[in-house]
């Protein structure tokens, strides 16, 4: 499983959320298979359901809180409001927060039909419990796509290619691993143009007042010409993580 | 999307459907740990099919767009020594995982035998085999590669 190399500390919350993760996602799939494939055998179908109990919730708590461990070490919070809460986010805790409710709705039918089951009922009972738990299997799989591909997030079309030209301030930015040095930290108000340089070992970007260049990959570099008001503005490179390690700055516009 | 996020999701989302067929695997050998009776062992047997469709659909699929995407993303390179231990231990948990398959094929095979025949209660000979320590220790050194590839792949030694 190829990922991007992230800031140290992160590497322990991701291992046990994808642990986690997993661990949800399997037994998911045992319980569906074992509920829908039983064929009437109460011993299957309790399988099925205490698969849900046993495996299921503890590592849905095992990914949740990991998950929010993440969120805290990656400094969501402190990101502008523009940058904050990506569609691939949301899905994520969308999935594992509506997902969770559910899982628990799932719970306590299949629980309530598993106690019927000593006098030959509940069946119907499992089997929403059984949809609940495909249900929630489909969403785990929209998740993993979610938060592994990032969709619109990190190829913003709001950069462009540009010389500077004569009126504009031109900003050269080297970016690495984990920081920024840019060739001023004050610039005049007006159009400005930073010609960004990956000379680090995985993609970054450059994101300032509300606009950004592409991922640029290692070696390779990238314009942006934005026309800047006075004031401090805030950059820093929107990959998860990356401005919790260091890569974020302000910028003093005269 | 660009393509390299498009092969990066599927990547995962094979990683994804392996790791959780094992751990589907894994609650189905438990059950079958306690289960000597000929109708329950082949309800199993049903049930661990999807999870062998789920890992045999995983093996592949995560090292060949793992592979393609250490060739296209210039940081890394297919020789990096992570990437590497990565495809030792996908090899091995190959093998041992295929070869827990021919185990756990002898308790299905002895069920529909003796289904066959009409017995479908219990039955000392299905109990022994659906306790297979073989199998066991093939199917436990194919998950503990499968989780060190997972640990090396977030930590990445030398990258």
Same mark, same amino acid.
């Given at each position: *499983?190829?990922?991007?190399?992230?800031?140290?500390?992160?590497?322990?919350?991701?291992?046990? #959320?994808?642990?986690?993760?997993?661990?949800?996602?399997?037994?998911?799939?045992?319980?569906?298979?074992?509920?829908?494939?039983?064929?009437?055998?109460?011993?299957?179908?309790?399988?099925?359901?205490?698969?849900?109990?046993?495996?299921?919730?503890?590592?849905?708590?095992?990914?949740?809180?990991?998950?929010? %461990?993440?969120? =805290? @070490?990656?400094? %969501?919070?402190?990101? &502008?409001?523009?940058?904050?809460?990506? +569609?691939? /986010?949301?899905?994520?805790?969308?999935?594992?927060? %509506?997902?969770?409710?559910?899982?628990?709705?799932?719970? /306590?039918?299949?629980?309530?039909?598993?106690?019927?089951? =000593? #006098?030959?009922?509940?069946?119907?009972?499992?089997?929403?419990? *059984?949809?609940?738990?495909?249900?929630?299997?489909?969403?785990?799989?929209?998740?993993? %796509?979610?938060?592994?591909? @990032?969709?619109?997030?990190?190829? +913003?079309?709001?950069?462009?290619?540009?010389? &500077?030209?004569?009126?504009?301030?031109?900003?050269?930015?080297?970016?690495?691993?984990?920081?920024?040095?840019?060739?001023?930290?004050?610039?005049?108000?007006?159009?400005?143009?930073?010609?960004?340089?990956? =000379?680090?070992?995985?993609? #970054?970007?450059?994101?300032?007042?509300?606009?950004? +260049?592409?991922?640029?990959?290692?070696? @390779?570099?990238?314009? /942006?010409?934005?026309?800047?008001?006075?004031?401090?503005? *805030?950059?820093?490179?929107?990959?998860?993580?990356?401005?919790?390690?260091?890569?974020?700055?302000? /910028? +003093?516009?005269? | 999307?660009?393509?390299?996020?498009?092969?990066?999701?599927?990547?995962?989302? !094979?990683?994804?459907?392996?790791?959780?067929?094992?751990?589907?695997?894994?609650?189905?050998?438990?059950?079958? !740990?306690?289960?000597?009776?000929?109708?329950?062992?082949?309800?199993?047997?049903?049930?661990?099919?999807?999870?062998?469709?789920?890992?045999?659909?995983?093996?592949?699929?995560?090292?060949?767009?793992?592979?393609?995407?250490?060739?296209?993303?210039?940081? !890394?390179?297919?020789?990096?020594?992570?990437?590497?231990?990565?495809?030792?231990?996908?090899?091995?948990?190959?093998?041992?995982?295929?070869?827990?398959?021919?185990?756990?094929?002898?308790?299905?095979?002895?069920?529909?035998?003796?289904?066959?025949?009409?017995?479908?209660?219990?039955?000392?000979?299905?109990?022994?085999?659906?306790?297979?320590?073989?199998?066991?220790? !093939?199917?436990?050194?194919?998950?503990?590669?499968?989780?060190?590839?997972?640990?090396?792949?977030?930590?990445?030694?030398?990258?």
């Amino acid at each position: *499983m190829l990922a991007a190399i992230r800031p140290a500390g992160q590497d322990f919350p991701v291992l046990l #959320h994808i642990v986690g993760a997993t661990i949800v996602f399997g037994s998911l799939l045992a319980s569906a298979g074992s509920l829908a494939l039983a064929r009437g055998q109460v011993r299957i179908l309790r399988i099925g359901y205490f698969s849900l109990l046993f495996v299921a919730l503890p590592g849905w708590i095992l990914m949740r809180l990991s998950g929010e %461990w993440i969120y =805290r @070490k990656q400094q %969501w919070d402190d990101v &502008p409001e523009q940058l904050r809460d990506p +569609t691939w /986010l949301r899905i994520g805790f969308g999935v594992a927060d %509506w997902g969770g409710l559910l899982f628990l709705v799932g719970l /306590l039918v299949g629980g309530i039909a598993i106690r019927r089951l =000593r #006098h030959g009922e509940g069946s119907g009972l499992l089997k929403v419990t *059984m949809g609940i738990t495909i249900v929630l299997a489909i969403g785990y799989v929209v998740a993993v %796509w979610a938060m592994t591909g @990032k969709p619109n997030y990190g190829t +913003t079309a709001s950069a462009q290619a540009a010389a &500077p030209t004569a009126s504009a301030t031109a900003v050269s930015v080297s970016a690495s691993e984990f920081k920024f040095v840019l060739s001023t930290t004050s610039v005049p108000a007006g159009e400005t143009v930073f010609t960004v340089v990956n =000379r680090g070992k995985v993609a #970054h970007n450059f994101w300032i007042d509300g606009n950004a +260049t592409p991922l640029i990959a290692p070696g @390779k570099s990238a314009t /942006l010409r934005v026309t800047l008001d006075a004031g401090r503005l *805030m950059y820093m490179c929107t990959v998860p993580g990356h401005a919790a390690a260091g890569m974020k700055g302000s /910028l +003093t516009v005269r | 999307m660009s393509f390299q996020d498009w092969l990066f999701s599927f990547h995962l989302l !094979f990683a994804a459907t392996l790791v959780g067929g094992l751990v589907m695997s894994w609650i189905v050998i438990v059950a079958l !740990f306690s289960t000597n009776a000929v109708a329950e062992t082949l309800g199993f047997v049903r049930v661990a099919r999807i999870a062998n469709v789920a890992i045999l659909l995983g093996l592949p699929g995560t090292i060949a767009l793992g592979i393609w995407l250490a060739i296209l993303r210039p940081e !890394f390179h297919p020789w990096d020594g992570w990437i590497i231990a990565a495809i030792v231990l996908w090899a091995i948990a190959t093998a041992a995982v295929l070869r827990s398959f021919v185990e756990y094929r002898k308790p299905a095979a002895k069920a529909r035998e003796l289904a066959a025949a009409g017995r479908l209660g219990a039955s000392d000979v299905l109990a022994t085999l659906n306790r297979t320590r073989t199998g066991l220790i !093939f199917r436990a050194v194919g998950s503990v590669a499968i989780v060190l590839i997972v640990i090396d792949m977030i930590y990445k030694p030398g990258a």
